[in-house]
């Protein structure tokens, strides 16, 4: 789903429960400022989000750990659609720390306390 408004941790924590308890997955648009959460796969949500008109270089795949929400382990930079060598991403982690301050940032406009 493509969260078009802000959503409690706890709503978050309840979206973890559907797939792998404590984790919930999720794709951001880093230039349309979107997030799209809750499946089994990264790249379901990336064919979302592309459906959608955004742009793949525009979207990488984080991880989300509700329990952790005050802490620099809420967010997980990793992701299989991340790897992309001629963008300069060659693992699955996001390796550019703009991008990554940007992921942070569209992250806490739409998860709140």
Not at 40 to 52: F, I, K, M, P
Not at 55 to 82: T, V
């Amino acid at each position: 789903m493509i969260l078009s408004a802000p959503i409690s941790i706890s709503e978050l924590s309840k979206i973890s429960a559907e797939y792998f308890g404590d984790m919930v997955k999720a794709v951001v648009d880093v230039d349309k400022k979107k997030i799209a959460v809750s499946a089994e796969l990264h790249s379901d949500l990336e064919s979302v989000l592309l459906e959608e008109g955004s742009l793949q270089e525009s979207l990488w795949g984080i991880n989300l750990y509700p329990e952790d929400f005050d802490s620099a382990d809420f967010i997980e930079y990793d992701s299989l659609i991340n790897i992309r060598a001629w963008q300069g991403n060659r693992s699955r982690y996001v390796e550019d720390e703009t991008v990554r301050q940007r992921i942070e940032a569209i992250v806490k406009s739409y998860i709140v306390q």
